[in-house]
């Protein structure tokens, strides 16, 4: 069975860091792409991150230059760094997966950037 589960949130003032975390079981991690995605409050949930299965990465504009997405395959885990921090970067941090012809998401963890 295919379990995300995401870890690392928190509270945090802008300029901060905060590395999220998300731990895959029940497929073979390190031959499928990961993603974060983020939502917000009253928006959609929207990309933030992507990494291939070899290591290549994409990043929304948004998060370019701040955030930085990485894979421990021996961990089966994918982790977000997010530096510089800023107020409209708080939303729920959702990892996912598309294995076996179908998409899994994690839990979510809330991620909150102060003022």
């Known amino acids: 069975q295919v379990q995300l589960v995401e870890s690392g949130g928190g509270l945090v003032q802008a300029g901060g860091s905060l590395r999220l975390s998300c731990a895959a079981s029940?497929?073979?991690?390190?031959?499928?792409?990961m993603a974060w995605f983020r939502q917000a409050p009253g928006k959609q949930r929207e990309l933030v991150a992507s990494?291939?299965?070899?290591?290549?990465?994409n990043y929304a504009d948004s998060v370019k230059g701040r955030f930085t997405i990485s894979r421990d395959n021996a961990k089966s885990t994918v982790y977000l760094q997010m530096n510089s921090l800023k107020p409209e970067d708080t939303a729920v941090y959702y990892c996912?997966?598309?294995?076996?012809?179908?998409?899994?998401w994690g839990q979510g963890t809330q991620v909150t950037v102060s003022s």
């Open positions: 029940g497929f073979t991690f390190s031959s499928y792409p």
């Open positions: 990494i291939t299965d070899l290591g290549a990465t």
């Open positions: 996912r997966v598309i294995t076996r012809g179908r998409l899994y």
